[in-house]
């Protein structure tokens, strides 16, 4: 079926360091695919999306684009802040679009960032 | 826009016991989702509906575990009894076709201890 592959966390980097947290997918079809962003106590939040193959998603500074080749969608940010300090999720909708249905997510990766 | 409503915020309650979260999602959304989070297992889809028809309850762990959607402005999830392993963040999350259909709008969760 459908899954999610992130990396495990946590990851603890420097404020201004670069990130990038890897993330891996299983689909028949040509699914849209989502990062989800969780700060403390609250629910989660869509950090940004892409639809189709090649696709860049941003938002924030972080940026992500939809590899079909390699099926992959690895987030990254050029200099990340203590405020982006969160739980982030990988995820995929099975539709290409989308579809409001059900949402494959991963793991989640714990960033923290130091002062 | 409120946003996706959850009551209560935290719940904690003893073995056997009846437990009933609630929510209420954004106005015109079509689609609402039941997810529980937990460290062991990380964000599973319990059950989702469309127009305040389950569509997918696979995820529903057992037969203690009932959803219902009466209107298309609440739903509850039952839990009855409660058991120690039901300890979780409960997440409620909504949607809409048409438009951004693939965003799911999520509540701040209600976090359930049971002793």
């Known amino acids: 079926g459908d899954s999610v592959t992130q990396m495990e966390g946590p990851v603890t980097l420097s404020e201004e360091a670069f990130l990038t947290i890897n993330c891996t997918y299983t689909?028949?079809?040509?699914?849209?695919l989502f990062w989800y962003v969780q700060y403390p106590g609250e629910g989660l939040q869509l950090l940004l999306k892409?639809?189709?193959?090649?696709d860049k998603g941003s938002n924030k500074g972080f940026e992500a684009t939809y590899r079909k080749e390699t099926t992959s969608f690895h987030l990254e940010k050029g200099s990340v802040q203590v405020s982006d300090s969160a739980v982030y999720f990988c995820?995929?909708?099975?539709?290409?679009?989308?579809?409001?249905?059900?949402?494959?997510f991963g793991k989640g990766t714990k960033l923290t960032v130091n002062p | 826009d409120a946003g996706v409503i959850q009551s209560p915020r935290h719940e904690v309650t003893e073995m056997g016991q009846e437990v009933t979260l609630r929510c209420k999602p954004i106005?015109?959304?079509?689609?609402l989702f039941w997810y529980r989070q937990t460290m062991m297992r990380g964000l599973e889809l319990l059950i989702y509906f469309n127009n305040n028809v389950p569509i997918d309850d696979s995820g529903m762990p057992e037969d203690r575990f009932s959803a219902k959607m009466p209107n298309a402005s609440f739903s509850t999830l039952k839990i009855q009894p409660s058991e120690p392993r039901d300890s979780a963040v409960y997440f409620c999350?909504?949607?809409?076709?048409?438009?951004?259909?693939?965003?799911?709008?999520f509540g701040p969760g209600t976090r359930l201890t049971v002793l």
């Open positions: 995820a995929l909708s099975p539709h290409p679009q989308g579809g409001s249905e059900k949402l494959v």
């Open positions: 892409a639809t189709k193959a090649d």
């Open positions: 689909a028949t079809g040509y699914p849209s």
């Open positions: 106005s015109g959304h079509d689609y």
């Open positions: 999350a909504s949607s809409s076709h048409g438009g951004n259909t693939d965003t799911q709008y």
